[in-house]
T-cell receptor
């Protein structure tokens, strides 16, 4: 069964901490995406990557960075966590020429 | 910016009822997808529609892509409590595979 795996289901971090959210896919997909999901705002794209070591800003990149050193892994980094980054974070992947996304189960991050 | 508007935003119905929900845009999409997301989980793909006017059925769910490829509808027949969740539509506009998502429709089916 093909999968996108997010390292944590729930995380609680303190304001100012550096936070790493990890996402691994086993489908050899070229494309990987990070979204945050908040009530009433839907899915908002933070960053995406079309290939190893490549990254592009989405709609709300401020306060975030990403890393894609290997094809299967896409990491989201909160450089200095703030309370307004409390959210559900979803990772997704897709193949080039096939826009169907496979999502991970999500990480619910709370920043206190 | 291409937007997908989903309506209604919230819906609460009794088990066994039928319903139709909508996904509308002023833009043309080369294909459109529907996902369902259960509480605390990630979205799961239900269907992709590609051809204008296309109708696809998945158990109690019937999906239709508009003739002009700007809109889609989802009809649920005899809804079941297991169908509770957030229904998201997402469109592909061009050559790149980045999806544009609607905000979703929260459906609650009461036993």
């Amino acid at each position: 069964d093909v999968k996108v795996t997010q390292s944590s289901r729930y995380l609680v971090k303190r304001t100012g901490e550096k936070v790493f959210l990890e996402c691994v896919q086993d489908m050899d997909h070229e494309n990987m995406f990070w979204y945050r999901q908040d009530p009433g705002l839907g899915l908002r794209l933070i960053y995406f990557s079309y290939d190893v070591k490549m990254k592009e800003k989405g709609d709300i990149p401020e306060g975030y960075s990403v890393s894609r050193e290997k094809k299967e892994r896409f990491s989201l980094i909160l450089e200095s966590a703030s309370t307004n980054q409390t959210s559900m974070y979803l990772c997704a992947s897709s193949a080039t020429r096939d826009p169907r996304y496979t999502f991970g189960s999500g990480t619910r991050l709370t920043v206190v | 910016t291409q937007l997908l508007e989903q309506s209604p935003q919230f819906l609460s119905i009794q088990e066994g009822e039928n319903l139709t929900v909508y996904c509308n845009s002023s833009s043309v999409f080369s294909s459109l997808q529907w996902y369902r997301q259960e509480p605390g989980e990630g979205p799961v793909l239900l269907v992709t529609v590609v051809t204008g006017g296309e109708v696809k059925k998945l158990k109690r769910l019937t999906f239709q892509f508009g003739d002009a490829r700007k809109d889609s509808s989802l009809h649920i027949t005899a809804a079941q409590p297991g169908g509770t969740g957030l229904y998201l539509c997402a469109g592909v506009a061009g050559a790149n595979s980045k999806l544009t998502f609607g905000k979703g429709i929260t459906l609650s089916v009461r036993p």
